[in-house]
């Protein structure tokens, strides 16, 4: 077990002495692997904040339930009560007499509401429900507008359509994406460790000659790949985290604009761990297929 471990140890403090030996070189894999993993990354969390932005963002998705005109205190207690109930999520009241006053402060209304002879306007709610995807909305609307005393509900749910079915094609698209530039690091490093290998040649043979196993042959190069892969990642995630916090001044004050409140997301600790994870398997591939190609020639 001691000489396993020491084996891979080894293994490892030779893989580190490679990267350290050419620094330029290093340099330059690791900003090639790095923008290729940052691509999709930030693509994920880009979707990920404009749907978490659709949510937060006053009227973007909500359903409004507009009461008759003849619908007294004792019809809107029943209507918060089916609310409450229903734990559709957050709601508010709007009074005939406050949709009126509001109608009268928007520009270029005042005389007309001034010289209507009555409030033509209901009362209502605003529901911002807690599922916002397409399907939940519409079961809620048609509940809405089964309940007593209520004359219309609104909700825009062809937009809710249309944005849910761009956010699914996105996150098909950064897929698809990653997949592509997963191929590209795997070739990256298939080439880099072939370059590795030539540049060790005699060394592989004589060890072959004195008994070495293809695994002990392998490992070194495996690790390489591997740690190259990783800081790759890790220079992945530092170029997300920076674009991150470079925009997120900006898309607050973007979102303020249209009544909302919201602060970016970045990319997390465990999204850190996986773009390292990932960078290091793919490197572990890479490598793990240039030497076994290799091996096979040499017999």
């Known amino acids: 077990m001691r000489t396993w471990l020491a084996q891979h140890f080894a293994a490892i403090r030779g893989a ?8 330029l070189g290093t340099l330059l894999s690791l900003m090639v692997i790095g923008i290729a993993l940052a691509l ?6 880009v979707l990920d904040n404009m749907s ?10 909500q359903i409004s339930v507009f009461m008759t005109l003849d619908a007294g205190r004792k019809d809107v207690s029943e209507i918060e009560s089916r609310l409450r109930q229903a734990s ?5 009241f709007v009074s005939r007499d406050e949709a009126l006053k509001r109608l009268q402060s928007s520009e270029g209304m005042s005389e007309i509401v001034a010289s209507l002879p009555r409030n033509p306007l209901p009362d ?7 599922d916002t995807h397409p399907k939940a909305l519409e079961r809620l609307a048609k509940t809405f507008a089964e309940w007593p005393k209520v004359a219309h509900v609104q909700l825009d749910s062809a937009w809710v359509k249309r944005f849910d079915a761009f956010l699914r094609i996105g996150k098909l698209a950064v897929v698809m994406l990653a997949a592509l530039f997963a191929t590209a690091l795997v070739s990256v490093t298939f080439n880099t460790i072939r370059l ?9 043979e004589v060890s072959k000659l004195i008994g070495a196993t293809n695994a002990f042959i392998r490992r070194p190069f495996q690790y390489y790949g591997a740690l190259q892969g990783a800081l790759g990642g890790l220079f992945a995630a530092l170029l997300v985290v920076g674009s991150g916090w470079l925009l997120a001044e900006p898309v607050g004050e973007l979102i303020t604009l249209y009544g ?7 990319l997390s600790t465990t999204g850190v761990g996986v773009l390292a994870a990932a960078g290091a ?5 890479g490598a793990q297929l240039s030497v076994s190609i290799h091996l096979r020639r040499i017999g």
Do not use: K, M, N
């Not at 580190?16 to 620094?23: D, E, F, G, K």
């Not at 209502?124 to 807690?130: I, S």
């Not at 909302?260 to 970045?266: C, E, L, M, P, Q």
């Not at 398997?281 to 591939?285: D, E, F, R, S, T």
């Open 16 to 23: 580190t002495r490679r990267l350290v030996a050419s620094p």
């Open 40 to 45: 999709p990354c930030a693509g994920w969390v």
């Open 52 to 61: 978490a932005i659709a949510g937060s963002t006053s009227g973007i998705q």
């Open 88 to 92: 559709a999520g957050e709601w508010r």
């Open 124 to 130: 209502a709610f605003v529901v911002e429900p807690d």
């Open 196 to 204: 590795q290998i030539l540049a060790h040649a005699a060394e592989i």
């Open 260 to 266: 909302g409140s919201y602060a970016v997301r970045g």
């Open 281 to 285: 398997a793919l490197g572990w591939v």
